[in-house]
């Protein structure tokens, strides 16, 4: 088991040694990101509800990375205990964790704001919040045992600048910010006058898009938004600037609002 700091082994990519977990690996964003994380020299565990597309995932990264280390697990991350033993099964196998990334995603809204229907927001509490609050109670320890740990929530600008149709998504993704926000203030605190040896942060998005969407509307402009390949290499740059620098930070992907 590799005990090394990220980016210190010399022999590949800055994030060589390094231990990153990724719920909700099996979208494109997912699929982005283990690719990515495998090319930066990472060990990269992914998670997702659909056995499918993870596995997608999984073996397109390691195709295209041959050497790396590459896994994926079904994880039920609504479940408090799953995620738990997701990450102390992971801790225990790698010998560390260096980063959670959070893509578990998803979005409902309505024409106006008269016409949400509060399922929505039933649904989106469970995929945007509970999904953020399990994984990051699982992760908090083995990141800050970790010695340079992130926590890293994907975030919508409409976070903090709600239309009347998307008033449940908006709100849910505020609740993640927030939740995340705290987490990177534990962090502050445990890291004292030295500061944080771990950092959470929230990387903010108008939308993704990717290059299936691309081919199914080619006249899209998709102005704003964020193509998943370049989420990943700014989830990976992350790890390149000091965790106080990182810790408790939106950081824009799009202008922001």
Not at 113 to 142: I, N
Request: glycine content about 12%; overall charge negative.
């Amino acid at each position: 088991m590799s005990t090394a700091q990220p980016g210190t082994s010399g022999n590949g990519g800055p994030l060589e040694g390094a231990v990153v977990a990724v719920a909700g690996a099996g979208g494109p964003a997912g699929h982005a990101a283990l690719l990515r994380l495998a090319e930066a020299g990472a060990v990269v565990v992914g998670a997702d509800a659909d056995v499918e597309r993870l596995a997608q995932g999984v073996d397109a990264a390691r195709f295209a990375h041959g050497g790396a280390t590459v896994t994926g697990d079904t994880v039920d991350l609504l479940d408090p205990a799953a995620a738990r033993a997701w990450a102390d099964r992971t801790e225990k196998e790698f010998g560390r964790i260096d980063g959670l990334v959070h893509l578990v995603g998803g979005w409902r809204g309505s024409a106006t704001f008269a016409e949400t229907d509060l399922a929505d927001w039933d649904h989106l509490d469970r995929l945007l919040v509970r999904t953020v609050q399990h994984t990051s109670l699982a992760f908090e320890g083995a990141l800050k045992r970790s010695g340079n740990g992130r926590f890293l929530l994907i975030s919508a600008a409409g976070a903090s600048k709600p239309t009347a149709g998307n008033a449940a998504y908006s709100a849910a993704k505020a609740a993640a910010e927030a939740w995340t926000l705290a987490l990177a203030d534990a962090f502050r605190k445990a890291g004292g006058e030295s500061g944080p040896a771990a950092a959470a942060a929230i990387l903010v998005v108008k939308a993704l898009v990717h290059d299936a969407m691309r081919a199914e509307r080619p006249q899209a402009k998709f102005a704003g938004f964020t193509d998943v390949k370049d989420l990943a290499g700014s989830i990976v740059d992350t790890w390149t600037r000091p965790a106080e620098e990182v810790n408790g930070k939106r950081l824009w992907l799009t202008p922001q609002p």
